[in-house]
């Protein structure tokens, strides 16, 4: 057979599509997942805004979702200590509204000119590329050292905040004032919120280095599957609206993108629901191709001067005109709108980067988030800046940002120190801190800790069943039903993948000891079963289940011989024969009894068990 001629134009055609397959990567937020949904109107909002989308109860609009990290590249871990992108793109009658909001209501800068230093300051190293995805390094507290507006934000971002156990269990924010017009042109301001449905969940910081190995695309892939599963992802759209006549009517300006309005006192309104039901089938042409721009509103949606989303609306065009190469990107299947957009970009542009001095109180309402955490959440917060800053080489920058943190409280700051093993100073040669205003005292806001998130049940939580050949069928079929009718995946983890025998019956292993990790499930189970419970015993990966499970605070259950595995860990012991449940450890030395399994599940919903961390 004679070979066939050379086509050097099929091949040209041919690269053409393969090299063209690529975009350049996002600068920032180039890492992310997306997903298409719908948004639900719960009643008309006509009386506040002309936006036909929020006109009619049980309207519904078309939505894209992507989530995403800020600073690492397009490959890096989902699990980095950072903030989260929440955009949202509603395709709505009257053109594309995009909400481009994060998972943290405030920001790190008031004046979009920093953001490029910012940026910088977190990605990594220019001459040696490092580290990825992290923060905890020289360039990024020097920066912020020098910052003290920065300072609110730094308690968001190194809190469990940071590090979300799902994108479907974290909280999105608009994060600036915007304003809602009505048909006869009447103004308010308002702060726009979504409020997750499965309530607010993090994972320990332990968790989070595990989980990068283990599973980067953790977070990627709970949302693709939650959506194939058909457990959608849900969220509620909430308001704090304020009068225009109460511009000044805070102890803050109203404008400053580093601070919230505490929801005790403007309470959020939740006026609709986002449901996300569908995933990309391809992810180049949806999640990446997909540009969000927050200048892109419709009409009774409008921004407010806000010097730093005033920048935003200059900066995305630039950035995503660079990256899809000039308008044409706006024409994408992902990005074309229903009807043409209105794009504040250019209709106004004030482009304003003026601050006043009601911009600078840069502490007050940083102390008001510490003081409204939990106590774990407060001792979360002083670990994780622990571990950033014992990162950190410079021992001037070191000093500078405990000097900044004492602005906010000294007792955190003196924590912080101790771990450093340096005191905190008194003055430092800090460039800025001078005419920023002393922190003072606030109420609380219980709204802002995610202790009082409201988890709402055990829908779509992970739970691990550890078993071999000859587990006690009665068991696993009592925790089954316990466990599926609330909503949680069960998941069987057993020495080697495949049947697992058990008499006359069989259970197919989900997974095996080498292909999972107690990080990946939000809870433990070990039936009973002689042979089952000798078989784990050999098995070393069984006590990391069991140790990591206890040190992250998750529920754990065993009954029969499943107990034997759990000598050893506090409340364990000692049962005298009875179902008992202690710090998040439920055990049945004989059968799973229902009053077993009901415990088990209420100890999944009652969230981590924190108290563990203060036991020996
Ligand atoms: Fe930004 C992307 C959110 C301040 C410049 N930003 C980007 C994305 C989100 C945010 C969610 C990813 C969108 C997507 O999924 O494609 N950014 C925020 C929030 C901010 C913020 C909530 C403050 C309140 N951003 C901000 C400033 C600037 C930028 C001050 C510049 C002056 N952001 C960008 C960007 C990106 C971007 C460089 C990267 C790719 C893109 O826009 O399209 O232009």
């Given at each position: 057979?004679?070979?066939?001629?050379?086509?050097?134009?099929?091949?040209?055609?041919?690269?053409?599509?393969?090299?063209?397959?690529?975009?350049?990567?996002?600068?920032?937020?180039?890492?992310?997942?997306?997903?298409?949904?719908?948004?639900?109107?719960?009643?008309?909002?006509?009386?506040?805004?002309?936006?036909?989308?929020?006109?009619?109860?049980?309207?519904?609009?078309?939505?894209?979702?992507?989530?995403?990290?800020?600073?690492?590249?397009?490959?890096?871990?989902?699990?980095?200590?950072?903030?989260?992108?929440?955009?949202?793109?509603?395709?709505?009658?009257?053109?594309?509204?995009?909400?481009?909001?994060?998972?943290?209501?405030?920001?790190?800068?008031?004046?979009?000119?920093?953001?490029?230093?910012?940026i910088q300051a977190a990605k990594p190293d220019v001459h040696n590329e490092m580290p990825q995805a992290a923060t905890a390094q020289d360039s990024y507290w020097k920066f912020i050292s020098c910052m003290p507006e920065s300072m609110h934000m730094i308690m968001w971002a190194m809190s469990d905040r940071a590090i979300p156990?799902?994108?479907?269990?974290?909280?999105?924010?608009?994060?600036?004032?915007?304003?809602?017009?009505?048909?006869?042109?009447?103004?308010?301001?308002?702060?726009?919120?979504?409020?997750?449905?499965?309530?607010?969940?993090?994972?320990?910081?332990?968790?989070?280095?595990?989980?990068?190995?283990?599973?980067?695309?953790?977070?990627?892939?709970?949302?693709?599957?939650?959506?194939?599963?058909?457990?959608?992802?849900?969220?509620?759209?909430?308001?704090?609206?304020?009068?225009?006549?109460?511009?000044?009517?805070?102890?803050?300006?109203?404008?400053?993108?580093?601070?919230?309005?505490?929801?005790?006192?403007?309470?959020?309104?939740?006026?609709?629901?986002?449901?996300?039901?569908?995933?990309?089938?391809?992810?180049?042409?949806?999640?990446?191709?997909?540009?969000?721009?927050?200048?892109?509103?419709?009409?009774?949606?409008?921004?407010?001067?806000?010097?730093?989303?005033?920048?935003?609306?200059?900066?995305?065009?630039?950035?995503?005109?660079?990256?899809?190469?000039?308008?044409?990107?706006?024409?994408?299947?992902?990005?074309?709108?229903?009807?043409?957009?209105?794009?504040?970009?250019?209709?106004?542009?004030?482009?304003?980067?003026?601050?006043?001095?009601?911009?600078?109180?840069?502490?007050?309402?940083?102390?008001?988030?510490?003081?409204?955490?939990?106590?774990?959440?407060?001792?979360?917060?002083?670990?994780?800046?622990?571990?950033?800053?014992?990162?950190?080489?410079?021992?001037?920058?070191?000093?500078?940002?405990?000097?900044?943190?004492?602005?906010?409280?000294?007792?955190?700051?003196?924590?912080?120190?101790?771990?450093?093993?340096?005191?905190?100073?008194?003055?430092?040669?800090?460039?800025?801190?001078?005419?920023?205003?002393?922190?003072?005292?606030?109420?609380?806001?219980?709204?802002?800790?995610?202790?009082?998130?409201?988890?709402?049940?055990?829908?779509?939580?992970?739970?691990?069943?550890?078993?071999?050949?000859?587990?006690?069928?009665?068991?696993?079929?009592?925790?089954?039903?316990?466990?599926?009718?609330?909503?949680?995946?069960?998941?069987?983890?057993?020495?080697?993948?495949?049947?697992?025998?058990?008499?006359?019956?069989?259970?197919?292993?989900?997974?095996?000891?080498?292909?999972?990790?107690?990080?990946?499930?939000?809870?433990?189970?070990?039936?009973?079963?002689?042979?089952?419970?000798?078989?784990?015993?050999?098995?070393?990966?069984?006590?990391?289940?069991?140790?990591?499970?206890?040190?992250?605070?998750?529920?754990?259950?065993?009954?029969?011989?499943?107990?034997?595995?759990?000598?050893?860990?506090?409340?364990?012991?000692?049962?005298?024969?009875?179902?008992?449940?202690?710090?998040?450890?439920?055990?049945?030395?004989?059968?799973?009894?229902?009053?077993?399994?009901?415990?088990?599940?209420?100890?999944?919903?009652?969230?981590?068990?924190?108290?563990?961390?203060?036991?020996?």
């Amino acid at each position: 057979m004679s070979k066939p001629p050379f086509d050097a134009s099929a091949l040209h055609e041919r690269f053409d599509r393969f090299d063209h397959a690529r975009l350049p990567e996002r600068v920032v937020n180039a890492r992310g997942a997306g997903a298409h949904g719908y948004f639900e109107a719960y009643e008309s909002m006509a009386s506040l805004t002309r936006a036909d989308f929020l006109r009619a109860r049980g309207k519904r609009t078309p939505v894209f979702v992507r989530f995403s990290t800020v600073s690492g590249f397009r490959g890096s871990t989902d699990l980095a200590r950072d903030v989260r992108g929440f955009a949202v793109k509603f395709y709505t009658e009257e053109g594309n509204y995009d909400l481009v909001g994060n998972n943290m209501p405030v920001f790190f800068i008031q004046d979009a000119m920093a953001f490029p230093d910012l940026i910088q300051a977190a990605k990594p190293d220019v001459h040696n590329e490092m580290p990825q995805a992290a923060t905890a390094q020289d360039s990024y507290w020097k920066f912020i050292s020098c910052m003290p507006e920065s300072m609110h934000m730094i308690m968001w971002a190194m809190s469990d905040r940071a590090i979300p156990r799902s994108y479907r269990m974290m909280e999105g924010f608009g994060v600036h004032t915007f304003r809602l017009i009505n048909a006869a042109g009447e103004g308010h301001f308002v702060k726009f919120h979504w409020k997750p449905a499965l309530g607010l969940h993090a994972v320990t910081w332990d968790e989070a280095v595990k989980i990068s190995g283990n599973d980067p695309d953790f977070h990627r892939r709970d949302l693709f599957d939650a959506i194939e599963a058909g457990d959608f992802p849900e969220w509620e759209f909430g308001v704090q609206i304020v009068d225009e006549k109460d511009r000044h009517a805070f102890d803050f300006d109203l404008l400053d993108p580093t601070k919230l309005i505490p929801e005790e006192v403007v309470p959020v309104r939740r006026i609709g629901k986002l449901v996300l039901d569908r995933n990309p089938r391809n992810y180049f042409a949806e999640t990446e191709q997909v540009v969000f721009h927050p200048g892109h509103v419709v009409p009774g949606i409008d921004l407010s001067d806000d010097p730093l989303l005033q920048g935003r609306v200059a900066a995305y065009a630039h950035a995503q005109a660079s990256r899809l190469g000039g308008a044409d990107g706006y024409d994408l299947p992902i990005n074309r709108g229903r009807a043409s957009a209105t794009d504040v970009a250019r209709r106004n542009g004030h482009g304003t980067s003026a601050r006043s001095d009601t911009f600078l109180d840069h502490f007050t309402q940083a102390r008001m988030f510490l003081h409204s955490q939990s106590e774990p959440e407060y001792n979360h917060i002083c670990h994780a800046l622990e571990f950033e800053l014992g990162k950190v080489n410079s021992a001037a920058v070191r000093e500078r940002t405990l000097f900044m943190l004492a602005q906010v409280d000294a007792d955190m700051a003196a924590s912080v120190g101790k771990g450093l093993g340096m005191p905190v100073p008194r003055k430092v040669g800090a460039p800025k801190t001078d005419h920023s205003r002393p922190a003072r005292d606030l109420p609380v806001s219980p709204a802002l800790s995610m202790a009082n998130g409201h988890p709402r049940g055990i829908a779509t939580r992970k739970v691990a069943v550890l078993l071999a050949d000859g587990y006690d069928r009665a068991d696993l079929a009592t925790l089954r039903k316990a466990l599926e009718s609330s909503g949680a995946w069960m998941k069987i983890v057993a020495p080697q993948l495949g049947a697992i025998p058990s008499h006359h019956d069989a259970v197919e292993a989900d997974f095996s000891f080498r292909t999972s990790d107690s990080v990946l499930f939000d809870a433990i189970y070990i039936p009973g079963g002689r042979k089952s419970v000798d078989a784990l015993k050999r098995h070393v990966e069984v006590g990391d289940f069991i140790r990591d499970s206890w040190r992250h605070c998750k529920a754990i259950a065993a009954s029969g011989a499943g107990v034997e595995l759990l000598a050893g860990l506090p409340g364990a012991s000692a049962a005298n024969g009875r179902m008992k449940s202690v710090h998040g450890v439920v055990v049945a030395p004989g059968k799973a009894s229902d009053a077993m399994a009901e415990a088990f599940v209420q100890a999944i919903a009652s969230g981590r068990h924190w108290v563990r961390e203060t036991l020996a």
